[in-house]
């Protein structure tokens, strides 16, 4: 059964820094592109960031210079890092792969940025 847990999530004073990642497990045999997305508080779900199987990357202009994803295919594991954190950045943060074609959301980790 393939399973995807995000993780990193925190509590976080305005301009500090978190790093979250996205584990893959279970029988995998193709890794493709993985976004994370996130979810304030009465607020719809957002796309944040993208990476390709390759390392190419997109982000949301709200994050651009700040959040910076990458991957590392042999661990199926993605990773984002997040700098000078806003308390707009407050939210549930989700990651979703496409492993062996389908689409897996993880159950999201709370990022929390306030004084």
């Known amino acids: 059964q393939v399973q995807v847990v995000e993780s990193g999530g925190g509590l976080v004073q305005p301009g500090g820094s978190l790093r979250l990642s996205c584990a893959a497990s279970?029988?995998?045999?193709?890794?493709?592109?993985t976004g994370w997305y996130r979810q304030a508080p009465g607020k719809e779900r957002e796309l944040v960031a993208t990476?390709?199987?390759?390392?190419?990357?997109n982000y949301a202009d709200s994050v651009k210079g700040r959040f910076t994803m990458s991957r590392d295919n042999a661990k199926k594991t993605v990773y984002m890092q997040m700098n000078s954190l806003k308390p707009e950045d407050t939210a549930v943060y989700y990651c979703?792969?496409?492993?062996?074609?389908?689409?897996?959301w993880g159950k999201g980790t709370l990022v929390t940025v306030s004084s």
């Open positions: 990476i390709t199987t390759g390392g190419s990357t």
């Open positions: 279970g029988s995998i045999f193709s890794f493709h592109t």
């Open positions: 979703c792969m496409r492993l062996n074609g389908m689409d897996y």
